[in-house]
């Protein structure tokens, strides 16, 4: 089993990888809480404007990574990580892992939705202007606008428009997940990172968070955590498929979920186990 021996399979074909721009690239990425090693030398290449998902059982690594892409595990004593992590861009390359790297800007850059809401205690408006008001300069009506158009976009406006002063803490689970997503796109991030992100919603809700997911990949490049197949294979292009710290499998999601070339895959998409 290539999890075993350190390879990985990639079931994309060649045609499909050549018009594929790497955003993300990770290559040999080790990740520890202290002594314990949750990601094993892993190497993925994250396509820009395209929907990755990862996928894999309970502890596999699939939060750890994510949050190494934006760096929330400098918040967790004795994180450490080691290998490649880097954004590339046409005029060079940002090196994630840097110590001096700007944390504060580079989450502007790259979003992150986490599974359970996380809204600051501000009101509703606040909580979807705050990144705005820290990072571009909008008049009063431009930043209404703005508030508008990310609350819209994450299919809770029509729940929310007639109280935008209220605090965000008084709305429900799944309306302050949608007001989560909201406030994560509303700086216009060119990455978005989602870590089960419909996990607490309802189904019309997650539907909802599915179509703008499908509709800003035009723009954004997005990761998304799933736990659930029909959404990974529903909204995602490209598929990571991770056991025990290591990336079993990545290619196209379609590949991925018929024809994968790793039989712990297979077992994984038809729900044999975890
Ligand atoms: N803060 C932490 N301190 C110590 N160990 C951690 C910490 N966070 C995660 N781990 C461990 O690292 C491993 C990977 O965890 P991670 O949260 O990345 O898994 P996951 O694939 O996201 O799982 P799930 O699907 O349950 O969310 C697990 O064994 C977990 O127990
Ligand atoms: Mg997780």
Not at 122 to 134: E, H, M, T
């Amino acid at each position: 089993m290539s999890s075993d021996t350190g390879t990985t399979a990639q079931a994309d074909s060649s045609a499909n990888d050549d018009a594929d721009q790497t955003l993300i690239s990770i290559r040999d990425l080790d990740a520890w809480y202290g002594d314990f090693q949750a990601l094993h030398g892993l190497s993925l290449e994250i396509p820009k404007n395209k929907v990755t998902a990862f996928i894999g059982p309970s502890g596999c690594g699939k939060s750890t990574l994510l949050k190494w892409i934006n760096r929330m595990n400098d918040l967790v004593p004795g994180a450490t990580a080691r290998g490649r992590l880097s954004l590339i861009h046409d005029d060079g390359e940002t090196n994630l892992l840097h110590p001096g790297l700007d944390v504060v800007s580079m989450r502007r850059q790259i979003g992150i939705v986490f599974q359970k809401p996380n809204p600051f205690p501000k009101s509703i408006y606040d909580n979807v202007a705050f990144g705005p008001r820290l990072h571009m300069r909008t008049t009063k009506a431009e930043l209404d606008e703005l508030v508008e158009w990310a609350l819209k976009k994450a299919a809770v406006w029509d729940e929310v428009k007639d109280r935008l002063h209220a605090p965000a803490m008084g709305l429900s689970g799944g309306q302050q997940q949608r007001l989560c997503i909201a406030r994560a796109i509303a700086v216009g991030p060119e990455i978005l990172l989602m870590d089960e992100p419909c996990s607490a919603l309802d189904p019309g809700s997650t539907l909802a968070i599915e179509d703008l997911i499908f509709e800003l990949r035009s723009q954004y490049t997005i990761v998304i955590v799933t736990h659930n197949m029909q959404q990974a294979s529903r909204c995602s292009d490209k598929t990571a498929f991770f056991f025990e710290g290591k990336l079993v499998e990545s290619g196209d999601t379609e590949l991925i979920f018929t024809n994968p070339q790793e039989k712990r895959t297979d077992d994984y998409v038809r729900g044999r186990f975890g």
